[in-house]
């Protein structure tokens, strides 16, 4: 959007902008200052720095970049709330966010108002590559929504009282509450019979195109589209669920070292992990909405790379590759799914599509695609200088905010991490 085009696309920038900017005030809108300044562990962040840090985004990136005359809400504040992006200078160190008690919660929120009114006052006004920051801006803001509905679940999962983020929700209730008979342990053989029932989609073979399309937005990583070579598989057509992963545990499978990669096997050795993350006993699991029953039939969540490898041998099968999930699901509608809308307890729920409930592993490292170039300037931070000893996720999750996702996102964490809503989609090579 170049000055001086439509008044009407500036609006619409502007409404979403706003939008999006409710949106982390309403979600975090349940929590006491108490709450959102704890920090559980160094890779989660406390709800009020992702309320700070999104709003120092804009006004490093847009106001004060951008904005004649502009002034810092307070100058103290940008070592505090900038991530990881050395072109800013200095900055607090990242396991230490949670020693923050003030500024306060509502000082936090002030300095959200101060902002929002300078964009939207800027809007009109800011020149073509200021737009893009804005976009820029809105997709980084979507996806600290995501982290801090994440890092709340990791806070809270904390507290031996169990609390919930919201209390009496519909859409955190299973639809099916599991019977301990159901919750308990299957025979080996369901297993080989569950997978056997499961959907298989012929994959695509030979030469595909994947990385996002020339129109619209995609983050730089996803860039250049390119052609990518397939070999025959199959790809499943739903997520793992729970009760596929209980006949896991019941199997011996975190138990049973030639399932395990040799790091994931000093992982499982090193954390003593014996079951998903919030797993509290065999039929219950601590959610945004507290403890509540394992639905056997939801996709099984807070699953690291490696469990998500260990249970795909198991299985019988494997991870995707990110070109073959891309392949398979390009057409498929990224607004459709059980993503987030509004503030809630989201859990992962039975019967959703490719986009929602959790983002799946494949077996792809988060490199770069042939002939990517980062973003000018200090936003080129933002993907391509994490490329390194992560692995590619796609889809979405229950807790990214609809409009977020798309074929081409390359989501990315460390193979350990399992504190996001990461799931389990099989492929099989035919
Ligand atoms: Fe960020």
Not at 247 to 255: I, K, L, S, T
């Amino acid at each position: 959007m170049a000055r001086g085009d439509s008044a009407s696309d500036c609006a619409a920038l502007g409404t979403r902008l706003a939008a999006t900017r409710q949106l982390t005030l309403d979600l975090a809108a349940p929590l006491s200052d108490a709450d959102a300044t704890i920090q559980p562990n160094p890779d989660a962040s406390p709800a009020k720095w992702h309320l700070a840090h999104t709003s120092w985004f804009f006004e490093t990136f847009i106001l004060r970049d951008h904005v004649p005359g502009y002034r810092l809400h307070d100058e103290r504040w940008p070592y505090l709330f900038n991530s990881y992006y050395e072109g800013e200078g200095e900055r607090h160190a990242r396991p230490r966010r949670g020693m923050l008690s003030r500024p306060s919660l509502d000082e936090i929120r002030d300095w959200r108002r101060a902002v929002d009114a300078a964009l939207q006052r800027a809007l009109p006004g800011l020149p073509a590559a200021a737009l893009k920051l804005v976009e820029l801006g809105i997709q980084h803001e979507q996806q600290h929504q995501e982290l801090l509905l994440t890092d709340i679940l990791a806070t809270l999962a904390e507290n031996p009282l169990e609390p919930a983020y919201i209390r009496h929700c519909e859409e955190a209730k299973p639809t099916r509450q599991s019977s301990s008979a159901e919750a308990g342990l299957l025979p080996p053989d369901r297993v080989r019979g569950r997978n056997d029932e499961m959907e298989w989609i012929e994959g695509k073979e030979g030469l595909v195109e994947i990385g996002a399309m020339s129109d619209g937005f995609a983050f730089d990583c996803e860039r250049p589209r390119h052609q990518a070579l397939l070999h025959p598989h199959r790809i499943a057509g739903r997520c793992v669920t729970n009760g596929e992963w209980q006949e896991f545990v019941a199997d011996g499978g975190y138990r049973t070292p030639a399932l395990w990669l040799s790091d994931g096997c000093d992982w499982l050795g090193r954390e003593g992990v014996r079951s998903p993350l919030y797993w509290r006993d065999e039929g219950h699991h601590f959610t945004l909405a507290g403890r509540q029953p394992i639905d056997p039939d939801a996709p099984v969540d807070h699953v690291s790379y490696y469990e998500a490898d260990a249970f795909a041998r198991w299985a019988g099968a494997r991870l995707p590759t990110e070109a073959e999930w891309e392949a398979a699901f390009a057409s498929a509608d990224p607004r459709q799914g059980h993503q987030l809308d509004r503030a809630a307890p989201v859990l992962p729920r039975p019967g959703g599509g490719p986009f929602g409930d959790v983002w799946q592993w494949t077996q792809s490292a988060y490199l770069p695609f042939p002939g990517f170039r980062p973003e000018e300037g200090t936003v080129g931070e933002y993907n391509g200088k994490f490329m390194s000893g992560q692995m590619v996720l796609k889809g979405a999750s229950c807790a990214t905010p609809r409009g977020h996702s798309r074929p081409s996102y390359r989501n990315f964490f460390p193979p350990a991490a399992r504190w996001q809503f990461t799931g389990v989609r099989l492929a099989q090579d035919a």
